[in-house]
Each structure stands twice: as C-alpha cells, then as structure tokens.
C-alpha cells in the first residue's frame, strides 16, 4: 500500500496570498511530481524531481515552485495566488529504477482562489 | 514523441455487463504501460502495469488488459461491472528517459446503471 499524503485536501483563499501545498511520502522513493488537473480533465505534469536537492519542470508551464531538501518532503508553493490557479494538484512518488516504475498518488489538493 | 489516446471520453453501462476501455499508444519500441483508476474527489490509484513478458495481465477489482503491439493497443477489460466501479480511467505510457515520467490519455469517464 502506498503512503503518500497531501495537506490540505481543499483550500479556499483570496487572491494574492501565498500558497504552500504540502506532499509527504514514507516510502524512500528518490521521485516525485506534481501534476495540475482540472475537473474531468487529463493531468498536466508541472514538476518533477529525482532526489534531494533536484527539481525540475514539467511539461505545463506553471507560475508555481518546489522545493525537495528532504527525501520524503515535496512541497509546492503559490508566491501569490491568482483565480487561474484554481485546479486540483495531484503529487506521486516512484521508486528508484527508471522507466519502469509505477508511480503512487495522493489523494490531492482541490484549490479554488476568490 | 510519445502520446497516448483514449478514444471514448464517457462510457456507460450496465451493472453486471462486460466492460472494454480502448488505449492506443504511439512510441516505437515496447512500452511501459498504465492503467490507473480516479473516483472523484480522490487521487489515482494503480490498476495494473505491463512491462514485458505476458500480453494479457491481471491488476486489481478484477480487472485485466491486454497488450497488443500490432494495434499498438492496450485496452482494459472487466467481465463483469459493479456499481462501485464507476470513475474516470486514465491509461498512461512511461517515458524511457529514466524518470518514470508519464504521459496520461484524456480519461474516460465510466457511468454504471443499477
């Protein structure tokens, strides 16, 4: 069974504030991601990241960061939030061989932005 | 580049009828490939994966796929639906770069009548 765990489940807040949306996982898997999905649509990868100290961009361009300074911690964070930030945000975790790994997903963050 | 389709983008049927998700896949060698499974409000959760070996695999609720490298297909089979399996099903390619990226098909949304 997967452990990887999202906080908060929903948010709702104003424009401007500042974000952070938080991702745990407590299976020593060295990648995660985070991927932005509107309702009863597919999922945008936004980003992704190998180990500690790696991050990198998805393939949806997105005014949000990361940050991964521990190995089970990837949290996500909105500088200042806009109305066209309002999405579901989905974060998963694989293990260490590349290619063929399935990834595990949280439940998710279901942000919405006045 | 890599790309998957799924054709059907809802799907209605029956309690107790069989069920078939169509999942086409463009990539030149074989794939690794996903079904996962998203009730609403939730994350996604992993049905079954092909690697390599067996074309018909077996996953969870009593589902199975078959891959079909002729049709560049893999498509999702269930003998017999239960209500509870009503959700949006994403079929995913893993990207052979070494970061078990995934590229998701659009879904398709599954409705079950009593």
């Known amino acids: 069974e997967a452990d990887i765990y999202q906080t908060p489940r929903y948010l709702v807040i104003g424009t401007g504030k500042k974000i952070t949306l938080e991702c745990s996982q407590t299976m020593g898997h060295d990648k995660m991601y985070w991927y932005q999905q509107d309702p009863g649509m597919e999922l945008h990868l936004i980003h992704y990241?190998?180990?500690?100290?790696?991050?990198e961009k998805g393939d949806l361009s997105s005014e949000s960061t990361v940050s991964r300074i521990r190995t089970e911690h990837f949290p996500l964070t909105l500088e200042s939030a806009r109305p066209s930030h309002t999405s579901q945000y989905l974060c998963?975790?694989?293990?260490?061989?590349?290619?063929?790994?399935?990834?595990?997903f949280g439940d998710g963050t279901r942000l919405s932005i006045l | 580049a890599q790309s998957v389709t799924q054709p059907d983008i809802h799907i209605t049927v029956s309690e107790g009828a069989s069920l078939e998700l169509r999942c086409n896949y463009s990539y030149g060698a074989t794939p690794y490939l996903f079904w996962y499974v998203q009730s609403p409000g939730q994350g996604l959760q992993l049905l079954l994966k092909y690697f390599s070996g067996d074309t018909l695999v077996q996953g969870i609720k009593g589902f199975e796929a078959e891959f079909k490298r002729s049709q560049s297909s893999f498509n999702l089979r269930k003998p017999s639906v239960h209500w509870s399996d009503a959700a949006e099903y994403f079929c995913a390619v893993g990207a052979m770069d070494n970061t078990d990226k995934l590229i998701f098909g659009t879904g398709t949304r599954l409705q079950v009548f009593p």
């Open positions: 990241s190998y180990g500690v100290n790696s991050t």
């Open positions: 998963a975790s694989s293990g260490r061989t590349g290619g063929s790994q399935p990834q595990h």
